[in-house]
């Protein structure tokens, strides 16, 4: 392997194929990757190779005000058949409904569309890639907020019978995301990318447990790539925090690279741990019970928090040496981009976080710091702890 591979600028990052020293074959299958200042400029230029095709933008409300209209424009000026499809809603869910009323409009076949062109974030994304994979069509995401690491990615989470299922699709044929858009972006989006990120300390050290106990393949140069991009993010939370845009380009792309670092393993792995998992619980929970849950990163963020606490209780138990960064200062980090640090922020409750921490190594096979501890007899004291200093 060619050490250099995975230390090129991200836009270089497309269509890379290598053999690695972990013996295995990696890629990524993205087509092309746009990340900085000023970069909405050049979709219609991205776009270029699908002129012959009628082009559809997808947007909701909100994201069409603040770029899609822009996005559509330019590429009617630049003589493209294009047309837009604009969800009314305020609140758009990954539901059967959004698909639908998507996959009726993309599928007209008196517009014959060549392509799809999702302009927002991780609902839009998610809804387009999935509609779009089912038509057999390429796709865009020209990204409207920094609140998630799905851009780069190739399943959706849906709402589906009444749970939140992931569907596998395609890969995006080119990420757009101008770091100035981004940058203007609400603060609870912001936030929860951030939190989105630091989520990937444990799940990092989950894959390390992971091999070092139960023998799951794990690829370091995978997960250096990985670390470099949470270090990177982590050291940018001050300009994060002042909306600089060179400070959420770092956070965009270590969002983005996430998703790639997946991509590259085959496995979740790199980017999801037992953080993740308590997350996904709390949002099968709301779903379940017909509520709203908060953003995913929101709640990855404040999972963070409970599962560092978890390494720190098992180290002084002498149940792993493998380090982490402490509580107090992931905690500083989050509090100093105004992200939640706890369950009460986010509108969860004392007894659902419980049954989170409880429950939630039951949705994945993969070996976690909770399974861990809850095969050392630990469980319940350690989440007893974590909900007095959570909760109390």
Sequence with gaps: MDPTILKR????????????????????????????SGVSDRVAETAEPYKASRILIVADVNTYAVLGEKVYLQLKDAGFAVDAYVFPDHHLHPDAAALGRLFIEASD??????????????????????????LGLPYFIVGTAPSMDGYAGSS??????????????HYADAIIADTDVMAAAPTKMIAAGFGDV??????LADWVLGESLKGEYRCAAIADFMQGALDTCAASAEGVANRDPNAIGKLVEALILSGMAMGLAGVTRPASGCEHHIA?????????NGVDYPLHGATVGVAEIAMLRFYELARRDGLTDIETPSVAEVKRLMQMVQAPVTPAEIGISEELWRRAILEAMHLRPQYSMLKHVAAAGKLEEYTNLVIEEMCH
């Design 9 to 36: 600028p991200i836009e270089e990052l497309t269509q890379v194929s290598f053999h690695c020293d972990c013996g295995h074959d990696h890629a990524i299958k993205i087509g092309r990757l746009l990340v900085g």
């Design 109 to 134: 076949e008196t517009k014959n569309y060549g392509l799809l062109i999702a302009v927002g974030s991780g609902v839009l994304n998610d809804t387009t890639r999935m509609v779009s994979g089912r």
């Design 156 to 169: 959706s989470p849906i709402v589906c019978r009444n749970t939140k299922m992931s569907f596998y699709s």
């Design 198 to 203: 630091l989520g990937k300390y444990t799940a």
């Design 280 to 288: 996904h619980y709390c949002d099968i929970d709301a779903v379940a």
